[in-house]
């Protein structure tokens, strides 16, 4: 366990090479079930475009299948007597006896579930986020693993309800957050997140009194001590509402709501653990209250925007992604699709695609910054294992057609045959202001780890839009440079 690291890859994995009893603070906020894929449109809609014709970040798939890996977690857990979680899933095998996506969701939470318990000290705590999709199986899963004895809250976090397009309900405001934890002996900080009194009450504890004495004195504590924050958590408003904190990251949570649990539930010098986290909030409230954290999440963009963006001032170091090129061989074997992704990534500007399977070749795009909407997009294709000139050309072939303005084919190692030098005089040039860039560029991955960067326009932010900060890429250069 290497604390204030950002882990790359499945909790699960990584929780299980980790000592008992070592975690403080245990935050979540999992994949909900809501079967939604959390895609981010990037780019801009001028002169009435579609907005199909938009380059889409894939963040994370929120839709679980039955499968053959479902059936072997849930046979698993089913046989396995001791496992804390044995009579939860028992219990969900009799409502799904044919297996279904919530099944496959309920058994791949409370693998985890379990795992987080064996790392949680005697005095920590655990929260679990979520929604109204599965929160009810949730809290099954956690009063077995952790026990009905040691759940403390259900908080409800309000928040203004998004405009609703239907008449049949009720427009939902809420999320819910559960508290659990190990033993009696847990931490709260009950004066670390009392909020300040309104001038309301204070009044209203002013007209009840009947002595002037007691009315100075009674407004005074209630001024200085605040209260403690019920269960209705109603003060916090979302991501959204903050646009200096909001890094567009999809389900991406407020600063505020985990400044207050890492608060109530840890001291300084603690160690707080995220094993979904995301963009990063819970990591940053940790870091500025001078706690040790660790970050887990099994994509690679979400660790790149905690780490370019997030926590750009500092240097963070990372596990479980490659360091080297020997490292990117063994993850291009490992998980291609993974692998994709972060190749892509490399590029400071590009997103990966937002579908693997069935993509015609495409693993990324950028658009040129201030280019026209028919002269702005770029569109990568990487090659973990061996390439073929067969497949430059196809991907030629798109640049060729118009389909998109450059095209940065990405290899491991350094591929300049003949038969790609002509793909590439073939493909010509394309002028940018006052420069003129190759339409075909040549990228590999051992140039990234050299910090050399590809010859390319400058790229649009791929969330915002805006022009990307050139800091951001010297960052990626120099990170690695470093390792």
Not at 174 to 182: G, N, Y
Not at 199 to 228: E, F, H, P, Q, W
Not at 452 to 460: D, Q
Request: aromatic letters at 10%.
């Amino acid at each position: 366990m290497k604390k204030n690291t950002l882990y790359y890859g499945d909790c699960l994995d990584v929780m299980g090479k980790w000592d008992d009893n070592s975690v403080d603070l245990i935050y979540l906020d999992p994949p909900f079930n809501s079967k939604a894929n959390y895609n981010i449109l990037f780019g801009t809609q001028r002169d009435g475009g579609d907005k199909n014709d938009l380059a889409q970040l894939t963040a994370f798939t929120d839709t679980w299948e039955w499968d053959g890996d479902a059936e072997k977690r849930v046979d698993l857990i089913n046989s396995a007597i001791a496992h804390p979680a044995h009579r939860a899933i028992r219990a969900f095998s009799e409502i799904y006896p044919d297996g279904s996506g919530m099944l496959s969701y309920l058994s791949y939470m409370a693998e985890r579930i379990a795992a987080m318990h064996r790392l949680l000290k005697d005095t920590g705590t655990i929260y679990l986020h979520c929604d109204p999709t599965a929160s009810h199986y949730l809290k099954i899963i956690m009063d077995e693993v952790f026990g009905k004895q040691n759940f403390r809250n259900e908080i409800v976090w309000s928040y203004p309800a998004s405009p609703s397009t239907t008449t049949k309900d009720f427009p939902r405001k809420h999320d819910t957050i559960f508290r659990f934890v190990k033993t009696q002996e847990f931490i709260f900080n009950h004066i670390d997140v009392a909020i300040p009194y309104s001038d309301a009450s204070i009044n209203r504890s002013k007209y009840a009194a009947k002595a002037s004495t007691v009315l100075a004195g009674t407004a005074i504590k209630l001024r200085d001590s605040g209260k403690i924050p019920p269960t209705v958590w109603q003060d916090i408003q979302q991501t959204y509402r903050y646009r200096k904190e909001h890094l567009g990251y999809p389900t991406q949570k407020p600063l505020a709501l985990l400044k207050r649990i890492v608060k109530a539930s840890s001291n300084e010098g603690d160690l707080v653990l995220d094993p979904f986290c995301g963009c990063g909030t819970t990591v940053e409230a940790a870091h500025s209250l001078k706690r040790d954290w660790i970050g887990i999440d099994i994509s690679s963009y979400a660790i790149e925007v905690v780490r370019r963006e997030r926590m750009k001032d500092l240097r963070i170091d990372l596990a479980g992604v490659p360091k080297d090129l020997k490292g990117a061989m063994d993850f291009s074997r490992r998980n291609p699709f993974d692998f994709e992704k972060w190749a892509v990534t490399r590029i400071p500007g590009f997103a990966p695609n937002a579908v693997q399977r069935g993509d015609g070749g495409i693993d990324g795009r950028a658009l040129i910054f201030g280019a026209e909407k028919e002269r702005n997009l770029c569109i990568a294709q990487v090659k973990g294992g061996k390439q073929s000139i067969d497949s430059l050309r196809t991907f030629f072939g798109m640049i060729a057609s118009g389909k998109a303005a450059i095209g940065v084919f990405i290899t491991l190692e350094k591929w300049d045959t003949p038969s790609v030098k002509k793909c590439i005089a073939q493909a010509g040039t394309l002028q940018v202001g006052t420069k003129e860039y190759s339409r075909l560029i040549m990228y590999t991955i051992d140039d990234h780890f050299h910090g050399v960067e590809p010859k390319i326009p400058p790229l649009a932010h791929p969330r915002t839009g805006q022009a990307f900060q050139a800091e951001l890429a010297g960052q990626s250069r120099s990170f690695f440079q470093h390792q």
